[in-house]
């Protein structure tokens, strides 16, 4: 049973609000944003005594491959599958599944992200375990963190009635899926403990969610079946490029998750789950010092300074602050940006500004 | 009678709240806080039309000496005098009113300082020109700034009747010196109408000072008298050097002026004046932009942020800020400054820090 299950990540992303860390030529997950290990590397390292190399699949664009090959030279390069431009999660889920298709019938995947953080690595495998059981059982399923703190930056999950459980892990039925919230609803969605963060990472039989897909993105599914045909051939590539012209870009949530039936949630209160999704989030992440500071990288003298971040690029640069609170400071070099931690999510502003002005340092 | 007018710019201070820009081997005056020249080299330029370079003297010290030369090369070398080693203002008037008094038995001199801000010059002339004229008749004459904010960062003094006027010039009896007040106290100083700033920069007839400093510093009045003697022969340095040793650190306001008789003040209030204390003097000085931000020498983006400086070294680096106000911004390069506004003062302690480390960027 256990040689059936496979991880895929998906590792295609881009994302724009850890900028100036984050670039368009050095996206998220290629980020060493702890020390040595970039978000991608961290990601299939967590997977190790859960699934070998063999079974860990991942799904990313062409100009990202060669390095995250390189970064993974464990992973077998067939493993790597790429898509010709990225078209959101539910295409990317479409290819993979094809690939386990043709590698496993009875393949059951885990869908992963590459550039979250997770600190408890046992709990995330246990978490697996239960999940790959209860998908087992016919389920899709979806890993949902509960909320610690009443976010805006995260979707949730509508948590209905429990159907089970795997040792001490609660599992639910999923009533629906709801978008980031406001200051406002985040409060209540915090206080009624019927709602989950949604993780991103899901776990389902290949042939269960190709049949969703089949159901409800007729479009997708059709294109899937075109490549699933030319797979072992050398048209492959050809096939991919253009079913993949047409495509809508679409999230795995909007296109299928919403609209299914017998969708599971397990919302698990203890993984250290972050999408490190903003600098503010590294709060959840980065150990702070006793006034509240997290200094990363950098040398640093603060006086009267806390709740800040002090991110630097260990280039011996000194960074003084005095009498700031709340603020977030990352210096990447040739940029430098200081922000007040709550408007951390406006980075992605700032980085769609420098595009329009076709700056190298977007 | 114009000929017997000199300025005397004292530049021998070390100056350590306008860190990181200011170090100690780069002392404020040698700085070259608006763009081209040195805050030395704008005190000396705003003497042009007024004093031929030949009455232009410099006090300042060994370490100095050089560079100050080399940027003002317009002045005679002998002009520049040199200190041992500092001991405040007090001794610095006296060692040029010597210097001052084998050149002209009745020079008239102008104290004045290196690395302050005047916008307006011809006022400032206009101010000189009166004050040397109240000098004339038997006053130490001490410049004041009618305030325009209660400042804290000034020493100010109590102007008392008026005396006179030359040019529309008011000129009015001191009544006294006040340190730098607390907010309420300085509140109550703006709100009276009787008292101006300190500006540190005074005028007088050489022979009167001296008669001043052997009544009220006779241990300062002895060494100068034994330094006067052999101005004119090859023990001059090693003279001074011996009466330095034992003088005490004390300024001519504490040393002179406040047990003085015959103190006249002339406050105005339009001479754009700033001693350039802190960099929150510098929204004093710099022009701002629309949303009250100064931007100098950076590649700047701002995102909802207000009433900032942000002060770079046009060395290319993009500085973005997002969601901050009174904040202030200085990238020197190899160290960087965030600070809010009102901390500006708190500088020098991080340079005592720095210092106490034996730091290579104190």
Redesign the interface.
Known sequence: MYESYFAVIMAGGGGTRLW?VSRQERPKQMVRLFGERTLFQISVDRLEGMFPPERIFVVTVEEQARQLRKQAPEIPEQNFILEPSPKNTASVVGLAAVALQKRDPNAVMAVLTADHYIANIERFHQLLRAAFQVAGEGFLVTLGIKPNFPSTGYGYIHTGNEIGAYQGIRVHNARGFLEKPDEQRAKELFASDSYAWNSGMFVWKVDQIIVEMARQMPHLYTGLQMISRKWNTDERAETIRKVWEGLERISIDYGVMEGAENVAVIPVSDLGWSDVGSWESLFEVLPADEHGNIIHQAEF?G??SQNSLVYGNND?????????ED?V?V?A????????K??SQ??R??VQ??RKQG?R?A
Do not use: M, N
């Open positions: 100036p003298l006086l009267d011996g640069r000194l960074i003084v602050t005095l009498g700031v603020l400071i210096d070099g040739d940029a430098l940006l200081v922000c007040r709550e408007h406006q980075v502003e700032v500004l420098l700056s340092l």
